[in-house]
């Protein structure tokens, strides 16, 4: 559970913390400095999930989560839908609303804005800082202050500070509390010094900057993230056509200390509710002042071709994809999160439905998320049932439970036996062995489409 996974020290003086936004990384900070010893009020406008976090239940699938806030609500963690119940008597009140991305590929930032200023009338009496965590366009914190300033209820302005986040779902509490770093970016001392103090217990290196610097410290952490996995993606499509194998190549890369070996694992490309929205915002952003991002646009470009490849590959094994029956295990962006937000199956989803195949989905965690966006998607709660008659599965994100699957059984409920690997989970070679075609990404197969159109004729 999460107190072997941390061990901070409590804060030495308990303040009065204000949460707006009970989402991914709201919930998480609201009960990581919960169990930091401050006194935390979590808000959000959602009455439905607040509602049930007042009754334990939690609004997504986030380890650890659920027994920090079992530990700590109601006596230092608080819910509320009222803004002037969170923010009166809070220090700090922190933003961590979302900021989705527009059709046009800018972020929305309708919710941090409206957020901003319903803060602002509810101040009364006792000022708080105003510290953002939502990832916005550089700039944007800065004009909170005046949003602030004009809706101020007759009190003052707001110290405004920038506090981006940089947990990961899946590890989120552990991130929180175990930072890499903390960046606090404000251009009030008293303010950023107060926000550094919530951090000291968890020992890591605080950086102090100006405000547009610590927004786009966020934005360059996320694109270069982005970029590593485009950059192994591409190599991977190179290590096919070589007939080398990308995991060995990664490997041996990242025995180089300044390569390091992390986000270096070819597949079907980044989703998730941050990498895709903020490649493509930190794009738009620079063209806007008259930059071209050759690179980010092509980060964003090599991710989508990801996915197409892999169903050019099963429609060239098929011969078509019209009435193919596909098993697509996993639904989630990535293991342990039920988020399906930007997730690579759910482009699978589009391009295969495009082609006509027939799908049968199976996630441990995600099927209800994705039936919000695919209300007929046919989901299973067992991957052998999802692979009945099949004639592929594909992997689509790297769950333990798809990674120990029985080959043997698998191959005995499919129709044909193609295994198409976006993940790199599965023994190519076990799989050959009991009759597979199989395929993952950047690995050596030059036989498999020959091998393929034998097994399908
Ligand atoms: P989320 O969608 O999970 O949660 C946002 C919450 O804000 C929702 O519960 C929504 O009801 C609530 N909300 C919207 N408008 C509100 C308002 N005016 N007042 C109160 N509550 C309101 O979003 P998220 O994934 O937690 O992301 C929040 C921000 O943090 C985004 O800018 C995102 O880019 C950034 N971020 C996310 C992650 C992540 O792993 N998800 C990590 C780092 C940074
Ligand atoms: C990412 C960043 O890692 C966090 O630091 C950041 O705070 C967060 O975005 C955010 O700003 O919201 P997250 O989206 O939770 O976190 O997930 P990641 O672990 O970064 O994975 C993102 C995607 O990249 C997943 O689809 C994953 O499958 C894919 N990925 C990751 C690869 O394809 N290859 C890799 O080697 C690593």
Known sequence: MTSSLVSPRQAHRARGISIIGAGHVGLVTAACFAELGHRVTCMDIDANRIND?????????????????????????????????????ADFVFLAVATPTTAFGTPDLQYVRAAARDVARAVNGKRPFLVSKSTAPVGITDTLESVLTSEANGHGPLQVVANPEFLREGTAVRDFLKPDRVVIGSPHAEASEAVGELYEPLGAPIIYTDIKTAE???????????????????????????????????????????????FLNAGIGFGGSCLPKD?????????????????????????????????????????????????LFGLAFKPETDDVRDAPALDLIRMLEYEEATIRACDPAAADAARIVFP??????????????????????????????????????????IIADGRNVINGDEARRLGFVYFGIGLPDETTVRNARRVVA
């Open 53 to 89: 976090l007042r009754h334990g239940v939690m609004p997504f699938h986030e380890p650890g989560l659920p027994e920090l806030v079992e530990r700590h609500a109601p006596e230092r963690l608080t819910f509320t839908t009222e803004y002037e119940e969170a923010v009166r008597g």
């Open 216 to 262: 786009m410290v966020k934005y360059a952490s996320n694109a270069f993230l982005a970029t590593k996995i485009s950059f192994i993606n591409e190599i991977a499509e190179i290590c096919e056509r070589v007939g080398a194998d990308v995991r060995d190549v990664a490997r041996g890369m990242s025995l180089d200390k300044r390569i390091g070996k992390h």
């Open 279 to 327: 490649v493509k915002a930190l794009s738009h952003l620079a063209a806007v002042y008259g930059s071209h991002p050759q690179l980010l646009n092509a980060v964003l470009e090599i991710n989508l071709e990801q996915r197409r490849r892999l169903i050019a590959r099963l429609r060239d094994m098929l011969g078509s994809l019209r009435q193919a029956k596909i098993g």
């Open 376 to 417: 007929t998607l046919h989901v299973e709660a067992d991957p052998y049932e999802a692979a009945q008659d099949a004639d592929a599965i594909i992997i689509a994100t790297e769950w333990q439970q798809f990674k120990d699957i029985d080959l043997a059984r698998l191959r005995q409920v499919m129709r044909t036996p």
